[in-house]
């Protein structure tokens, strides 16, 4: 069974920093692409970004509100993907989820940007 | 970027009658090489992830019931429920992974009038 398990949300203040991680289980993760994607409270869903297996070249997408800012990265031999959040602004405030597009998505693990 | 865009935004149909959602995108998701269009449906609760429905436009995933049903291509795609039920009250996403940025659309929630 395929299992995504975020952790690392919590409140931060702007400007702060903070990593998720997500543990992946029931698939072959060193050969998955890994995607972020948010949810902001009472809003809809949006893209944050992917990287591909390294044997596709490993190559990482990011969407533009959080490019220069985020970090995705994996570590294939713990099966985690993590994503490491620096200027963090109170619009990053969301939900966010780890998944295997379209079909397999994390519960998600929620960040507070807030002074 | 693919913009996606859903209409109505909200939509409130009567048990047992029909909802339609609409979805459509800026550019055509349809890959030649495949014949795939690269769009995806999905349901979301409150508090809950949101839940796959239909891939490749029209490919329905695994225990989805069958009054859900999908279809379109290039860059106008519906969903539609057949016959709606208290338990498919639910925000509607659709969503192009054709090229990244991934685009979703905003949402189209659906309630029992």
């Known amino acids: 069974e395929v299992q995504l398990v975020e952790s690392g949300g919590g409140l931060v203040k702007p400007g702060g920093s903070l990593t998720l991680a997500c543990a992946a289980s029931?698939?072959?993760?060193?050969?998955?692409?890994m995607t972020w994607v948010r949810q902001a409270p009472g809003k809809g869903l949006e893209w944050v970004g992917r990287i591909k297996s390294k044997t596709s070249g490993g190559t990482i997408d990011y969407a533009a509100p959080v490019k220069g800012r985020f970090t995705i990265s994996r570590h294939d031999s713990k099966d985690t993907l993590y994503l490491q959040m620096n200027g963090l602004k109170t619009e990053d405030t969301a939900v966010y989820y780890c998944n295997i597009g379209p079909k397999y998505w994390g519960q998600g693990t929620l960040v507070t940007v807030s002074s | 970027d693919i913009v996606t865009t859903q209409s109505p935004d909200s939509l409130a149909v009567s048990l047992g009658e029909r909802a339609t959602l609409n979805c459509k995108s800026s550019q055509s998701v349809l890959y030649s090489s495949n014949n795939k269009d690269y769009l995806a449906w999905y349901q979301q609760k409150p508090g809950q992830p949101p839940k796959l429905l239909f891939y490749w436009a029209s490919t329905r995933e695994s225990g989805v019931p069958d009054r859900f049903s999908a279809s379109g291509s290039g860059t106008d795609f519906t969903l539609t429920i057949s016959s709606l039920q208290a338990e498919d009250v639910a925000v509607y996403y659709c969503q192009q992974y054709y090229t990244t940025p991934w685009t979703f659309g905003q949402g189209t929630k659906v309630e029992i009038k």
């Open positions: 029931g698939f072959n993760f060193t050969s998955t692409w």
